[in-house]
């Protein structure tokens, strides 16, 4: 696949097995391999898919506080782990990217995480929920299939994440959700792809949509089926002309300012 050009994203709409990593992922290769005949290049997961929900956890924990913290550890997953371990091994045999939405224990510490797998079953990287430092932490990454940005759930709602995430050359922003999925959902996804003048996919277990750098909206499932939806993404449509900064965002462009050419017009 050329850079820049058409891409077809798979979003896997689908509700996991509550707490079952291996029931879990043998409904996901399901759906998936449903799916390959129509050639998705890269498939998405909702958030925490792997392994729970992390308010769930927190459910669990008032039912059951005194193993509540053994069993959280022992649901989340490493990096190197057996599950993790099987997405990727799965993302190679079936020649496309996954990005996995999990609960993963690195460190000694909790994260919610999207996982992007390449084709080659190799992890390109990892992003973690409830960034801090734009710069640190918003992460882009270069693929054979164009720049892929990523967030999750909540972290939409902030502009300047899928902000930093398109002046970092950001071409797709992809985000596994659990969250809000209403009206207001779609016509802020809509925004968010008007205002970056980029392509955001938004994949909830009851919800599927794609919106293009227009703020339009190329796909849009809201029903109880169960499956992968594609849609095919033309990323020579991505434009910087939406890329306007104020005076209050003078701070946060000034990094990006050569890069972009704001320099002279916006007096950073």
């Not at 798979?10 to 759906?31: C, H, P, T, Y």
């Not at 956890?57 to 069993?71: C, I, L, Q, S, V």
Request: positive net charge; aromatic residues 10%.
């Amino acid at each position: 696949m050329k850079r820049g050009g058409i891409v077809r994203l798979g979003l896997m709409k689908a509700v996991q097995i509550w707490a079952d990593r291996e029931a879990s992922f043998k409904k996901a290769r399901r759906l998936i391999e449903k799916s390959l005949p129509q050639k998705p290049d890269i498939v998405i997961t909702s958030e925490c898919w792997l392994n729970g929900y992390r308010e769930f956890f927190e459910m669990e924990k008032k039912k059951r506080p005194g193993t509540f913290e053994r069993d959280c550890k022992r649901r989340l997953e490493k990096l190197n782990g057996k599950y993790i371990k099987l997405y990727r091994a799965f993302a190679k045999e079936s020649g496309i990217y996954i990005v996995l939405g999990a609960m993963t224990l690195e460190r000694g510490k909790p994260y919610n995480s999207a996982i992007l797998i390449d084709r080659k079953g190799e992890i390109l990287g990892v992003y973690h929920k409830n960034w801090t430092d734009p710069d640190k932490d918003l992460l882009v990454f270069e693929t054979e299939l164009g720049k892929i940005g990523l967030c999750i759930c909540y972290d939409r709602q902030l502009p300047e994440t899928c902000r930093v995430l398109r002046l970092k050359g950001a071409e797709m922003i992809l985000i596994p959700t659990y969250g809000m999925k209403n009206e207001m959902n779609k016509i802020m996804m809509q925004t968010r792809a008007y205002e970056n003048g980029v392509f955001v996919a938004f994949n909830h277990p009851s919800q599927s949509l794609v919106t293009d750098p227009a703020g339009d909206v190329l796909l849009n499932v809201r029903s109880k089926a169960e499956g992968v939806f594609c849609q095919d993404v033309d990323l020579s449509r991505v434009t910087n002309k939406n890329l306007v900064v104020s005076a209050a965002g003078l701070k946060l462009y000034k990094p990006y300012a050569k890069k972009w050419g704001l320099k002279k017009k916006f007096q950073l």
